[in-house]
């Protein structure tokens, strides 16, 4: 998924605009691109893909903003108005830009029907021309059931009325650990001291007191805007971690039955029995940056140029990457640089963290084969609730259910839940112009056949086939060709692709597991960032 939102143009921001962040004046927005991996069933993994979105933006919008959208809300439920009029993003494949890559691709609707229901936001009106290129959100299993939007309406709508109620006087929770570092409640570094120091040195303006002074470290304007950068950082973390938790909350307490009477709603328990992964990435609109955001074992990746030491630092702005080494792909001067490790049993620190949130004598079997109490890989995940509630409301869900005594409702040894979360790290990472190209987002599907550095390769030498241009068209993009050397090697076998797309479902999750990819060339890749 990946969605825009936000007022303004895209021009260039200097540090003073983090600064202002807050302020009503301020240009807002940007752009999120989510690769979602379900589980258990895909309902887990569509709602939250179509939902997340709105619970990332609630938090980043300013309150005037907010406002309206909360009045928008109101008017859905009081006056009926269409849902459309609360949309807070404008997905990207539903623009008039976005380009059908394949036939099995493109969603053909028919426009006699309720405009409103097929295209969710007013600004795309301009699209009821071209149902043939119209991309549904949705995917290939239609919109969510009726009982879950009017849920979602419900959460977003008090959602935005907590944060302006808060939004003078709200705590984000990250803390320095020794070294200086933020860190998060939970002890993983958000952003590392000395890079937003470099960042206050690298967009300080040319004429500050900054860049005119013998050691700026020792000034008290770059204290000052050190903590500035650390508060604009901490309250854009705070958003994504908040927005994403609300949301498996929100849809764990939809579902339960303990708060609307002895009643099941069969859609909303098929969106939290089933559970999914996630991990999302924020540019906000100045595209100076990205923020991760990653709940288990999906990954982003960022491919970056490291060139020699004998190619120049600074690249007149005609020139880009392609044209300094004129053409030739060299792979020893791209770097892998993988954002958030996997939340696995292989990550230690992530193991480290559900130990001691349970007792010390559970430590021998909360990790069992690998899988947290022997059944799940990811240690971080939506829905899933087997793994969250407590036992008498299992219980009481299996009882409504009619299931059989025997049904395993919960895992083995649970015995002080929840053992599965869904808060997600969040990373704050500066781009570097010239040298971060582009960023790959991709499932475990992905990343269990090829690696990092691999993945980088085959994008980098992909861009260097179409000679700096990745908007080649629909035969051979950056994502498939990295699809295509995942299931056929470097060679991309087509023999080998094709017998895995051959096996039959319940032969194939034996072999390969769903991949998805998304690649984003980032601003920093072109010279004229504009």
Not at 340 to 348: A, L, M, R, V, Y
Request: hydrophobic content about 35%.
């Amino acid at each position: 998924m990946a969605s825009h939102f936000g007022e303004g143009d895209f021009s260039s921001l200097t540090l003073s605009d983090h600064k202002q962040s807050n302020d009503e004046k301020s240009v807002y927005g940007g752009t999120i691109f989510t690769v979602v991996d379900g589980h258990g069933g895909h309902a887990c993994a569509h709602a939250v893909n179509l939902l997340h979105s709105d619970y990332i933006i609630s938090g980043l919008l300013p309150p005037k903003v907010s406002e309206v959208a909360l009045r928008n809300l109101h008017q859905i439920k009081e006056l009926r108005t269409p849902r459309s009029i609360c949309e807070l993003a404008v997905t990207l494949w539903m623009t008039s830009g976005a380009v059908v890559t394949g036939e099995s691709e493109r969603i053909e609707f028919g426009l006699k029907a309720d405009i409103n229901s097929r295209f969710p936001n007013p600004n795309l009106t301009s699209m009821h021309s071209q149902p043939s290129v119209s991309w549904g959100p949705w995917g290939p299993w239609g919109p969510l059931p009726l009982s879950v939007r009017d849920a979602h309406t419900g959460h977003i709508s008090k959602f935005l009325e907590e944060l302006l109620s808060t939004c003078d006087e709200r705590e984000f929770f990250f803390s320095d650990n020794s070294e200086g570092d933020m860190i998060d409640p939970d002890g993983f570094i958000t952003a590392p001291l000395n890079t937003i120091k470099e960042t206050v040195m690298k967009y300080s303006e040319p004429s500050s007191s900054l860049r005119r002074s013998e050691d700026p470290t020792l000034s008290s304007d770059f204290d000052q805007s050190v903590d500035d950068l650390r508060n604009y950082v901490a309250a854009t973390a705070w958003a994504l971690r908040n927005g994403l938790l609300r949301m498996d909350l929100d849809m764990s307490l939809a579902a339960c039955p303990t708060f609307h009477g002895p009643v099941l709603d069969k859609a909303l328990l098929r969106v939290v029995f089933a559970g999914c992964v996630a991990t999302s990435v924020y540019i906000p609109r100045h595209r100076k940056e990205i923020f991760a955001a990653q709940v288990g074992d999906c990954g982003a990746v960022i491919g970056s140029y490291s060139p020699p030491c004998e190619v120049p630092v600074t690249i007149p702005s005609s020139i880009d990457i392609y044209t300094q080494t004129s053409g030739e792909y060299t792979r020893e001067h791209w770097e892998a640089k993988l954002l958030i490790p996997p939340h696995i049993s292989e990550n230690e620190a992530d193991v480290r963290r559900i130990k001691s949130s349970h007792p010390v004598h559970e430590a021998e079997f909360i990790i069992r084969d690998d899988r947290l109490l022997g059944e799940l890989m990811p240690l971080r995940a939506f829905g899933d609730i087997r793994f969250k509630w407590s036992t008498d409301d299992l219980k009481n869900i299996a009882r409504l259910l009619d299931l059989p005594p025997n049904y395993p409702i919960s895992p083995r040894f649970y015995a002080s839940p929840p053992y599965l979360v869904a808060t997600p790290q969040v990373l704050w990472k500066p781009l570097s112009p010239l040298c971060d190209h582009f960023l790959i987002l991709g499932t475990d599907g992905l990343w269990d056949m090829i690696s990092p550095a691999e993945a980088v390769h085959v994008v980098a030498r992909h861009w260097y086939d179409y000679k700096g241009n990745p908007s080649c068209g629909s035969g051979d993009t950056a994502a498939s060709r990295l699809i295509r050397t995942a299931l056929g090697g470097t060679e991309m076998n087509s023999e080998q692709i094709a017998l895995h797309f051959s096996m039959p479902a319940s032969l194939a999750r034996y072999y390969r597991d769903d991949i998805t990819v998304i690649v984003v060339y980032l601003p920093t890749a072109f010279c004229d960032s504009s």
